[in-house]
């Protein structure tokens, strides 16, 4: 199905701009967004810019807090991924899931690997990533969907 091809290059897009820019943690930058934005669907896409405006907020009223959201957002450990494979894609001519390998190595240290899923829609302008489904189960990393997170991050902001 042409629909699994189109899905896989907008999923492949998103993870070589994530591949592409530094792993800091939290809700990316202006200018990260920028590079994140082709590939994202409008509904992810807003959910970021309000995160982010949240996290403003929340860093402007309570001084030397963390951040609402620590460690990478687009993958279930806290670190990120170094590097990805992009697994099948599945699902229907509206929506539909890429499976994703992803790799973390500090140096010195063993890989870490782990499967995450990303969710796709189709949108007017075509294929777009709409959520990503923490999948690995770290004690210690994202579990859930990204959206959810985000969602957490904007109605904690006071």
């Not at 990260?32 to 807003?46: E, G, I, Q, T």
């Amino acid at each position: 199905q042409a629909w699994a091809d189109d899905m896989s290059a907008v999923a492949n897009g998103f993870y070589t701009a994530y591949a592409g820019l530094p792993h800091t943690g939290g809700i990316p930058d202006a200018t990260a967004r920028v590079r994140y934005a082709p590939f994202l669907s409008p509904r992810l896409a807003k959910q970021i810019a309000d995160a982010a405006v949240a996290e403003a907020r929340f860093a402007r009223k309570i001084r030397n807090a963390p951040p609402l959201i620590e460690g990478d957002l687009f993958s279930s450990l806290f670190e990120g991924a170094g590097s990805f494979r992009l697994g099948a894609c599945s699902g229907d001519t509206m929506r539909g899931q890429c499976a994703v390998a992803l790799t973390y190595q500090a140096r010195g240290q063993k890989p870490v690997e782990w499967n995450d899923m990303v969710l796709l829609v189709n949108t007017p302008a075509g294929w777009k990533v709409d959520d990503i489904a923490y999948k690995a189960g770290f004690q210690f990393g994202n579990t859930g969907l990204l959206s959810d997170t985000l969602k957490m991050a904007i109605s904690e902001a006071p």
